[in-house]
């Protein structure tokens, strides 16, 4: 409980850990070999086995005491979930010495026995990491997590500015105000009524359009530093230059991918990575019958939104520029609806990003 802990003083706090960490150490003489750190907000849990299968330890720790715990462990084999703060821990254990290994939550919640618990969790993770067949996730540097935080901070910006297009859309329609379609056509409109040119409406009316105005505006021009940021940031990534080589990728889907698969060495393949992203059907074969369904939208949602979207501008020049064409897609709109040419580009994308980032070559068409 938090009330006994904080009536001790620092030293005998110290003191117990050390007796409690020097008995561990007497009764399991034996090195630790694996593991399993269930990470948390305050308090972690660790579970770690030796080379015969032992249970050394299952034990809880206080933030402060991750690391001085893990110094005083010989190098060994540290199993975390790819989960918040994963990539931070992972960098900081690394340091130390230890190997780390990331694995996604839902590949660890198998090996969860019966309850729910850290010290469960911190079991199940020591013992997922050292199956044979596990997927690992690649560590992000420092470098990649800062331009992620821009992309999500982007993100998180653009669907503010959709929230309150929203409401002026709404507001303005209970009185008969009908606002056209797009962004640009909302933001002329709540200009000319920060300016005073909409008239017809109740004092009241316009007060609260007009602050809610001022909002959306000054969230439109917030918008306009993320992508000046954004493509500059593309400009100094080697990695999201190879990228934009590739038709339908531009600034922002090149350095979002390159900032969250890296090299792309932890696919073995183009459609390992396209599956990853959940452009791939869903396979629901047996008994020899292959049976593919709808696609999985498993892995980055962000992602896949960015690489779809690039890809629906691409359609879109089908039918404007029709000599500019991908061959492939010229025929595949002719066979296929629109949205399903549009996802079957998206996967085909993938695939030559995977390649592009694997051989660290720009993308090459090929001759026709």
Not at 252 to 275: D, M, P
Request: contains cysteine.
């Amino acid at each position: 409980p938090d009330g006994v802990d904080g009536s001790r003083s620092p030293a005998s706090q110290c003191a117990i850990v050390q007796v409690s960490e020097s008995a561990i150490e007497r009764s399991h003489p034996m090195q630790v070999t694996t593991v399993g750190l269930d990470l948390a907000k305050t308090i972690f849990h660790v579970h770690g086995v030796t080379e015969g299968g032992e249970v050394a330890f299952n034990r809880p720790l206080r933030r402060t005491q991750v690391l001085a715990f893990f110094e005083r462990l010989s190098p060994c084999l540290i199993g975390i979930e790819a989960c918040a703060s994963s990539h931070h821990w992972a960098r900081e254990l690394s340091k130390l010495g230890h190997t780390v290994r990331l694995m996604p939550p839902m590949y660890v919640k198998p090996y969860v026995k019966r309850g729910k618990s850290d010290a469960v969790d911190a079991e199940a993770i020591c013992e997922a990491v050292t199956r044979p067949t596990m997927r690992f996730v690649e560590i992000k540097s420092e470098d990649q997590q800062a331009l992620l935080s821009l992309h999500r901070a982007r993100d998180f910006v653009v669907r503010q500015r959709t929230q309150l297009i929203n409401m002026v859309r709404s507001l303005a329609a209970e009185f008969g105000i009908a606002i056209a379609r797009g962004v640009a056509r909302a933001i002329d409109f709540a200009k000319g009524l920060i300016e005073g040119k909409q008239s017809g409406l109740p004092e009241l009316a316009q007060d609260v359009l007009r602050v809610l105005s001022r909002q959306l505006v000054d969230l439109h021009n917030r918008l306009g530093w993320y992508e000046i940021t954004m493509r500059i940031q593309a400009r100094l990534s080697l990695q999201a230059q190879l990228l934009q080589t590739i038709p339908g990728v531009g600034p922002v889907t090149a350095s979002a991918v390159a900032a969250t698969i890296g090299s792309g060495h932890q696919f073995k393949s183009g459609r390992e990575f396209a599956a990853w992203l959940g452009l791939t059907p869903r396979n629901h074969s047996s008994g020899g019958k292959e049976r593919l369904g709808k696609i999985t939208k498993m892995g980055d949602r962000y992602l896949r939104q960015l690489i779809v979207v690039g890809m629906t501008s691409r359609v879109r020049q089908v039918a404007n520029h029709p000599e500019r064409a991908d061959p492939w897609l010229t025929k595949l709109l002719q066979r296929k609806p629109a949205r399903v040419a549009t996802v079957a580009m998206a996967n085909k994308t993938a695939r030559i990003m995977w390649a592009v980032l694997t051989r660290n070559e720009p993308y090459k068409p090929h001759a026709a």
